[in-house]
Nanobody, 121 residues
Framework: QVQLVESGGGLVQPGGSPRLSCLASGSIFRLNAMGWYRQAPGKERELVATITSNGGTNYADFVKGRFTISRDNAKKTVYLQMNNLKPEDTAVYYC???????????????WGQGTQVTVSS
């Protein structure tokens, strides 16, 4: 079917600037909006940023000015450039994509397995 594989997480010092990547593969006919969500321990999953197939972006208020989402449609990859990380950004970051697997079929949501980002000195 469809797989989303994230990479780029790990242990980062406060103020660090890692970049997350998410590669979509499988039976993809249409790749619509893609996005990043995160879930911290004991909290619900929350939206970080989304990007449409045309490049329109949307950000959560808590990352505006620090994070930048982008995508490469040819590579079926979405990126999240994170700058000036804070300890409260510690979470598992999940990639999301709206995918159509046939020309006229429905669009379904797919999720990656998540990548841990830990911000600590």
């Amino acid at each position: 079917q469809v797989q989303l594989v994230e990479s780029g997480g790990g242990l980062v010092q406060p103020g660090g600037s890692p970049r997350l990547s998410c590669l979509a593969s499988g039976s993809i006919f249409r790749l619509n909006a893609m996005g990043w969500y995160r879930q911290a321990p004991g909290k619900e999953r929350e939206l970080v940023a989304t990007i449409t197939s045309n490049g329109g972006t949307n950000y959560a208020d808590f990352v505006k000015g620090r994070f930048t989402i982008s995508r490469d449609n040819a590579k079926k990859t979405v990126y999240l450039q994170m700058n000036n990380l804070k300890p409260e950004d510690t979470a598992v970051y999940y990639c999301n994509a709206e995918v159509g697997t046939t020309l006229w079929g429905p669009i379904h949501d797919y999720w990656g397995q998540g990548t841990q980002v830990t911000v600590s000195s």
